[in-house]
Structure formats: C-alpha cells, structure tokens
C-alpha cells in the first residue's frame, strides 16, 4: 500500500523557519508532481506549493511567495517545504499529495491528487 508521511511540524515563533518533509513508502516521487497542501482550523483546504513533474518547476500561494522553498531530493525520495519567515497566519495542518497521472503541477488541484499523507500541524505562535 502506497503511504505518504510528512514530518517537520512543530510550534515556532514568528519569523522562524520549519523544513517540512514527505516521505513516501512503495512509490517513488521522483518523477510525480508533489504538491503540499494546507488546512486551518476553519478554512478551506488550499494549495500551497507544487513540483512539476517535467522539470521540476514550482509553483507558489501568493501568501507564501518569497518565503517557503519547495525541493526535491532524488537519491531520497523524499520532497522537502522550506518554510521560513512564519507567521501565525500559517498555522495549519501541513499535507504533501501526490498526482500519478499528471505533469504539470496545478496549485491548488486536490481533485487531481491520488494519494495524500496524513498531515503535520504547524502552529505559529509566541
């Protein structure tokens, strides 16, 4: 069975960084768009960051622009969310997902995704 797990959340002041990552089990992510989702208490579900799977291009939220990294290891199987200069208005539960069938990464697309991780809670706060 196909699983995807994220790591890397945690409580941390504004203005620090978290690296999420996601891991995946009897599937590769090297050559499948991965895209990293996130849900506030209360909110939508929305589309933060993706990888293209045919060059590796990312895409972006206009609210995280400038500030989260997303990177692809691989040797590892393994993407990473650099995420730095957090503010409280990023807390939320962190997903990665993966889309099989597709190549270009389309922000926010959850309905295009095959498998998703259970998630990681990010909680910015002082």
């Known amino acids: 069975q196909i699983q995807l797990v994220e790591s890397g959340g945690g409580l941390v002041q504004p203005g620090g960084s978290l690296r999420l990552s996601c891991t995946a089990s009897?599937?590769?992510?090297?050559?499948?768009?991965v895209q990293w989702f996130r849900q506030a208490p209360g909110k939508e579900r929305e589309g933060v960051s993706c990888?293209?799977?045919?060059?590796?291009?990312?895409k972006y939220a206009d609210s995280v622009k400038g500030r989260f990294i997303f990177s692809r290891d691989l040797g590892k199987n393994t993407v990473w969310l650099q995420m730095n200069s957090l503010k409280p208005e990023d807390t939320a539960v962190y997903y990665c997902?993966?889309?099989?069938?597709?190549?270009?990464?389309?922000?926010?697309?959850?309905?295009?995704?095959?498998?998703w991780g259970k998630g990681t809670l990010v909680t910015v706060s002082s």
């Open positions: 990888i293209s799977s045919r060059d590796d291009s990312t």
């Open positions: 009897k599937f590769s992510l090297d050559y499948h768009v």
């Open positions: 997902a993966v889309d099989t069938y597709g190549t270009d990464c389309l922000l926010g697309s959850s309905d295009d995704m095959d498998y």
